[in-house]
């Protein structure tokens, strides 16, 4: 049966692709080292991958790292009636996306580890193309898409799986109303744990730097979505609220980041609509602009930058020093930017 998701009506996909099928693209992509034109570029300095370190590497000379596997990206449904989430307190990085109706919805990625369910499972959009670019073939986990963006969408460097393609990895929950009913077993995409090399995000982790100010609380509003970020010196974590209620996953876990990311970027119309004739947005995530890091009960005032989509995001102090984010969950919000000048 086709997936319905009533932001868009009927998804539909051309391929089909199995729980078989997709096992042995991805252990072809692992034997092959996952290669991409970024891939080639990160080999060697300055260029490809010369001849001579190719047969060096091959006659065990000097065995290589094996390249990690791919992240494995899954759509969140963030509606109210949605809610609590499942599995999304093992997520290593959050994104938050603005949707139709000025609503919210995430993307959770995993690398470190795979928790039994994740969900409710919805819908991709446009801008999660560009935003997935900077990571190596990743799995991308989704309800469906509306038809004209499907050709894009087989088009990306991703793999892309819906319940059509994998029917085994996905099932419906008894305790919602769908399209809030969908949750995926995410060891069925990906058998293990990519580990944390697969994480190409650009982040870099370790002690704060000097400065700051002194914050307890944030919030960040959508037009018709808030999210509100609580400092806990007890769980040194951000403690995660949307629209005013604790964000509580089904297995009773409290939300919590150690680090939360305001990025402010460009929101703007896509080329696509949702089955009421609104238009979708899309979020651009390359380019530059400002941000707000929150670490360790303070605010840090942050650059953004990432040249292209292949590349993942450089984040700056002021004066240009990489600015470090606290080991463990990284929330990052997608926040319009005044003006629409937030990336260029």
């Not at 290593?92 to 039994?116: I, N, W």
């Not at 969908?182 to 870099?204: H, N």
């Not at 999210?227 to 629209?243: I, K, N, Y």
């Not at 949702?274 to 390359?286: A, E, I």
Request: charged share 20%; glycine share 10%.
């Amino acid at each position: 049966m086709t997936p319905v998701d009533k932001a868009h009506g009927p998804r539909t996909r051309r391929s089909t692709f199995g729980p078989a099928l997709l096992a042995a693209a991805l252990a072809l992509g692992l034997a092959a080292g996952c290669t991409s034109s970024r891939d080639a570029l990160q080999d060697k300095p300055g260029g490809s991958r010369s001849p001579a370190a190719s047969s060096s590497a091959s006659a065990g000379s000097s065995p290589r790292t094996p390249p990690p596997g791919p992240v494995l990206a899954v759509k969140i449904d963030n509606a109210p009636a949605a809610r609590p989430p499942t599995g999304l307190d093992a997520a290593d990085v959050v994104y938050a996306e603005q949707v139709e109706g000025g609503l919210s919805r995430l993307m959770a990625l995993y690398a470190t580890k795979l928790p039994p369910a994740v969900g409710p499972v919805r819908s991709a959009r446009e801008s999660d193309l560009e935003l997935l670019g900077q990571f190596t073939r990743p799995v991308l986990a989704f309800s469906g898409a509306q038809g004209k963006l499907l050709p894009l969408i087989d088009r990306a460097p991703l793999t892309a799986v819906t319940p059509e393609e994998s029917s085994g990895a996905f099932y419906r929950g008894a305790d919602r109303a769908a399209p809030h009913n969908l949750f995926l077993r995410p060891k069925a995409l990906v058998p293990s744990p990519p580990g944390a090399a697969a994480l190409t995000t650009g982040f870099r982790y370790g002690a704060a730097p000097p400065g700051g100010t002194p914050e307890k609380t944030r919030s960040v509003r959508f037009p018709a979505a808030r999210f509100t970020f609580t400092w806990s010196p007890d769980r040194a974590r951000w403690l995660v609220a949307m629209d005013g209620r604790a964000s509580v996953t089904s297995g009773g876990r409290r939300v919590a980041a150690a680090t939360v990311v305001v990025q402010y970027v460009t929101v703007r119309g896509s080329r696509f609509h949702d089955f009421l004739g609104n238009t979708t947005p899309y979020t651009r995530t390359v380019g530059s602009g400002r941000a707000t890091v929150l670490r360790d009960g303070r605010a840090f005032d942050a650059r953004w930058e990432r040249p292209t989509a292949t590349d993942g995001t450089r984040f700056t102090t002021p004066d240009g020093t990489a600015m470090t984010f606290a080991p463990g969950q990284v929330w990052v919000v997608l926040a319009a930017a005044p003006g629409g000048s937030g990336s260029r």
